[in-house]
């Protein structure tokens, strides 16, 4: 592997937009422009595509299929929030790394993995995680949190994610409470948050992230086709997991920040204007009951209000809830 890789490469990702002259790259770098030619050769072999135009120069218009170790490291690097990051071709899940890690290391980290073979979800439900089209990631938060506080955590996320999904997918995300992201009421991201302490704090977040950005629906099982999506599969754009994961590590850590040192209050009225729940007869079910009935308000505590076709309200903490 080249020594001057990364350091091009970011030249390369930072000027995505713009061409970039052998002469500059070769100057900022302190690198002969053999270097730079013979640097992006490699680039090419590896997945990259580079343009070049005589008098103009490089630039960069396609990424690997695959996630490229060094574009990764490049790409978490601009977050300094999530102090290490372990990036994988394929682990069974990136939860079970993530706890494993986490007895060892006390700063947020990330464990991120092209392919999970056992991914799960909410309710022990299988994860489809298959590669190169999704980004299944792990976050570990090590914080002192009070217990109460804990249920507003995946309300300051499902902004954040969505707030992503829109910026760089530039379509409509909505937040599903507690924990999905939906788009055109199919869903496309869902989040599993565990945590780990004793009876009074918090003392780990671990939070996996599951978001659908390249499937064709056709990617989907069968039984999930009419009820999943994607970002490329609804705006028929693909989406650059770069792109997208830079993007998404540096609104994470905003809304965490917020998650830390303000109540929900703050962002209720933003959460309930992209809720999609709103107006419409839905199932939940939590634990053994169902009730099929209409969301009417979320509490300061993160806590949903539905009132039952029987005009009974009722207060959820958590459930499943069927769109
Ligand atoms: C859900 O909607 O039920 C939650 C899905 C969470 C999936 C993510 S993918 C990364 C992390 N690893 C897993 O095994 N699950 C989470």
């Not at 780990?204 to 999506?229: M, S, Y």
């Not at 939590?286 to 993160?302: F, H, P, S, V």
Request: glycine share 6%; proline share 2%.
């Amino acid at each position: 592997m080249s020594k001057y890789k990364s350091s091009i490469l970011k030249l390369l990702h930072q000027n995505r937009e713009q061409y970039l002259s052998g002469q500059r790259i070769a100057e900022q770098l302190s690198i002969s422009r053999t270097a730079v030619w013979k640097t992006i050769e490699m680039l090419k072999s590896q997945g990259f595509q580079v343009r070049s135009v005589h008098n103009k120069g490089y630039q960069l218009t396609g990424y690997p299929d695959e996630w490229d170790q060094d574009m990764m490291q490049l790409v978490t690097q601009q977050s300094d929030f999530f102090k290490q990051r372990f990036v994988y071709k394929e682990v069974s899940s990136t939860q079970t790394v993530a706890k494993e890690k986490m007895l060892e290391i006390t700063e947020p980290f990330i464990v991120i993995s092209e392919i999970q073979t056992k991914g799960r979800g909410r309710f022990n439900r299988q994860w489809n995680s298959m590669g190169e089209k999704g980004l299944w990631m792990t976050l570990v938060l090590s914080t002192e949190v009070p217990l109460h506080k804990i249920m507003t955590f995946n309300l300051f996320l499902s902004l954040a994610i969505a707030r992503t999904i829109r910026t760089v997918g530039g379509v409509d995300a909505k937040v599903k409470w507690p924990n999905d992201i939906y788009i055109d009421d199919r869903k496309c991201c869902g989040f599993l948050t565990e945590i780990s302490g004793d009876a009074s704090a918090i003392h780990h977040i671990i939070c996996g992230i599951g978001i659908n950005l390249n499937h064709e629906i056709q990617d989907f099982p069968v039984e999930l086709q009419q009820k999943a999506t994607s970002i490329k599969a609804a705006t028929g754009q693909s989406v650059n997991r770069y792109v997208f994961l830079e993007k998404l590590l540096s609104e994470l850590e905003i809304a965490y920040h917020q998650f830390l040192t303000e109540e929900f209050s703050a962002i209720k009225e933003e959460y309930k204007y992209y809720s999609n729940m709103w107006d419409r007869r839905l199932r939940y079910t939590e634990g053994r009951n169902t009730i099929e009935g209409q969301a009417i308000d979320i509490l300061d505590d993160g806590r949903l209000v539905v009132r039952s076709d029987d005009g009974v309200i009722h207060q959820f903490i958590s459930a499943d809830i069927e769109i």
